[in-house]
T-cell receptor, first 106, second 115 residues
Framework: KNEVEQSPQNLTAQEGEFITINCSYSVGISALHWLQQHPGGGIVSLFMLSSGKKKHGRLIATINIQEKHSSLHITASHPRDSAVYICAATGNQFYFGTGTSLTVIP | DVKVTQSSRYLVKRTGEKVFLECVQDMDHENMFWYRQDPGLGLRLIYFSYDVKMKEKGDIPEGYSVSREKKERFSLILESASTNQTSMYLC??????????????FGPGTRLTVT
């Protein structure tokens, strides 16, 4: 069962490129989270959103509740953005996507 | 800032050994979680605790047990480690008792290798 699907699984970009990671979910949710995991393991929360759009620096997250879809955008990508990005949908529990591994090449 | 710490970053154990992974949080959170993370499978919930001495099985509890004797500490126990338990183990905590969907704060992870 895959309540949360992410695409792509792997992504390589040149520094400066605009990046989009997509997340679709099939469960009813109260919030959608975007998480970032750098090599070494630790996970940090980037966004928690239940509607519309949020922006933090070069990162933008959007959600369309009707279509059950969310996107994470990175503008002017940089090698330090290289990480695994995980989408998680929360209802009465967390449903995690399998992650998107992003590599930004200088 | 919420801080979730795990006892080890890297651990190597032999098949059959008993393994303890410890997690401590300093924000008085009611909920604590243990996940394992494997390539291509993402994060999978092993056990969840919503209060001291309370626990619920997650999606993959087989081969694991947990202990929550104090609110700030949640231990994951591998009674007899096996090679298929080689994985990254992540602990997390959140507020709101019995609400598993609230924002979670993660520890740095323990990479366990069972040989």
């Amino acid at each position: 069962k895959n309540e949360v699907e992410q695409s792509p699984q792997n992504l390589t970009a040149q520094e400066g490129e605009f990046i989009t990671i997509n997340c679709s979910y099939s469960v009813g949710i109260s919030a959608l989270h975007w998480l970032q995991q750098h090599p070494g393991g630790g996970i940090v929360s980037l966004f928690m959103l239940s509607s519309g759009k949020k922006k933090h620096g070069r990162l933008i997250a959007t959600i369309n509740i009707q279509e059950k879809h969310s996107s994470l955008h990175i503008t002017a990508s940089h090698p330090r953005d290289s990480a695994v990005y995980i989408c998680a949908a929360t209802g009465n529990q967390f449903y995690f996507g399998t992650g998107t591994s992003l590599t930004v090449i200088p | 800032d919420v801080k979730v710490t795990q006892s080890s970053r890297y651990l190597v154990k032999r098949t059959g050994e008993k393994v303890f992974l410890e997690c401590v949080q300093d924000m008085d959170h009611e909920n604590m979680f243990w996940y394992r993370q494997d390539p291509g499978l993402g994060l999978r919930l092993i056990y969840f605790s919503y209060d001291v001495k309370m626990k619920e099985k997650g999606d993959i509890p087989e081969g694991y047990s947990v202990s929550r004797e104090k609110k700030e500490r949640f231990s994951l126990i591998l009674e007899s480690a096996s090679t298929n338990q080689t994985s990254m183990y992540l602990c997390a905590s959140s507020s709101h008792s019995r609400d598993r969907g609230h924002e979670q704060y993660f520890g740095p992870g323990t990479r366990l290798t069972v040989t």
